[in-house]
Structures are given as C-alpha cells and as structure tokens.
C-alpha cells in the first residue's frame, strides 16, 4: 500500500488526505473495506455539518453487518460523494480512490498529528 503515504489513519479505520492548508477528503481503508465485505449501502452526513473527532458521521452497510463510521478530524463537511448514493460499491472498488466520502475543512489541522501513518496502520491491523 506505499501508493498512500499520503494518507494518515484513524484506529476505527477511516483515512485522511489532506487537500490544501486546511482541508481534507476522509474514506474508509481498504483493510475496512475488506473486512465488511460488499458494501450495499453508504449513509453520510449533509454538506454544511459538523464533525467532532472521534463522533459518528454515518454508517457503512454491507452483505456482512452495519459499521459506523468515525470522524478522525474535526470540521464542516464541504462535499460528500454522491455517487456512493447510487454505487457503493465504488468503496469495494478504490476505498482510496473514487470510493472517497467526504470533504471539510478542517478546525484545526494539529488534529492530524494525533493519526497513524501507512507502517504504523499497517503494523496496528496485522
């Protein structure tokens, strides 16, 4: 997965890529996406909320069992991916990639310190 040096991690599996000075695009990890299976249904938050660190913001649901998902930063949703209304599966697909789900802008972008890099994610979920 060195392709996502990029990313940083949250231990309930979401990810983090920054975009600019203080936003950011948040999805969950292929790790997640692998473990729940085909995902049939993504539930996510309306542009313009908040997000709190650690709250929940929606829910992943698949073949296998419903997830919640959890706000590794704090912020206001700028975009979602409406296309995950239509094709969930597109998280199966690129969790990484197109199967993104939000955007925000970032309260306070020390947050991402707190987060765990590719090794350190990769070394939590062996």
Known sequence: ??????????????????EGENEAVIGISDYAQN??????????PAVGDRLSKGDSFGVVESVKA??????????????VNEELEDAPEK?????????????VRLDDAAELNDLLDESAYQAANQ
């Open 1 to 18: 997965m060195s392709e996502n040096q990029d990313l940083k991690y949250a231990k309930t599996h979401e990810w983090v890529r920054r």
């Open 66 to 79: 419903a997830s919640d998902l959890y706000a590794p930063v704090s912020g206001e949703v700028l975009a």
């Open 35 to 44: 473990s729940l299976g085909d995902i049939t249904f993504v539930e996510l």
């Open 91 to 103: 998280v199966n697909e690129a969790a990484t990639g197109d199967g993104w789900m939000l955007k």
